[in-house]
T-cell receptor
């Protein structure tokens, strides 16, 4: 399978701060998605981003497929951003996703 | 539009018991999958289906069965529950393999 490493494992931010979360993967992929798991356990898809850059409000993501990494940027963080952020990759369409172990983010007021 | 619905939300089983975790989606998604989430290990794929009548194994399939008789439903069966199957189970779906995923709210299963 593909190894997916996320960093940092834990992050504590003051409300209003910016952060960058990183996802490294061990093989070429044709699918990469970022998810947010809120404190109640719900998983929400943030980005479908096998390559390039996307933005959605205060969040943006960049995937450099040739260098096997993706970055998730959170700007002006809010307490509602707290939770765990997962990166998941898929090598072959229709095969299976491999998830990283996540970055646990806590935003304090 | 309910999205992906999982039932039950919580379940306690005794070792050796069997049960079925239900997953239903109303988005006409062809691709459905089951994951388990354990502390410190992220999510791992158990089984998946690319359409009605078609299922395949994921990373950790042992002890679980699935079937896909309709597009909407993808139940996960635990044949003989073991304490190692204590976990949170998530069902996910997408229009096609590789598309953006939608997850259900999860089932927290404890096997004693």
């Amino acid at each position: 399978g593909i190894q997916v490493e996320q960093s940092p494992p834990d992050l504590i931010l003051q409300e209003g701060a910016n952060s960058t979360l990183r996802c490294n993967f061990s093989d070429s992929v044709n699918n990469l998605q970022w998810f947010h798991q809120n404190p109640w356990g719900q998983l929400i898809n943030l980005f479908y981003i096998p390559s390039g850059t996307k933005q959605n409000g205060r969040l943006s993501a960049t995937t450099v497929a040739t260098e096997r990494y993706s970055l998730l940027y959170i700007s002006s963080s809010q307490t509602t951003d707290s939770g765990v952020y997962f990166c998941a990759v898929e090598k072959d369409t229709g095969n299976q996703f491999y998830f990283g172990t996540g970055t646990s983010l806590t935003v304090i007021p | 539009n309910a999205g992906v619905t999982q039932t039950p939300k919580f379940q306690v089983l005794k070792t050796g018991q069997s049960m079925t975790l239900q997953c239903a989606q109303d988005m006409n998604h062809e691709y459905m999958s089951w994951y388990r989430q354990d502390p410190g290990m992220g999510l791992r794929l158990i089984h998946y289906s690319v359409g009605a009548g078609i299922t395949d194994q994921g990373e950790v399939p042992n002890g679980y069965n699935v079937s896909r008789s309709t597009t909407e439903d993808f139940p996960l069966r635990l044949l003989s529950a073991a304490p190692s199957q204590t976990s949170v189970y998530f069902c996910a779906s997408s229009y096609y393999p590789g598309d953006s995923y939608t997850f259900g709210s999860g089932t927290r299963l404890t096997v004693v």
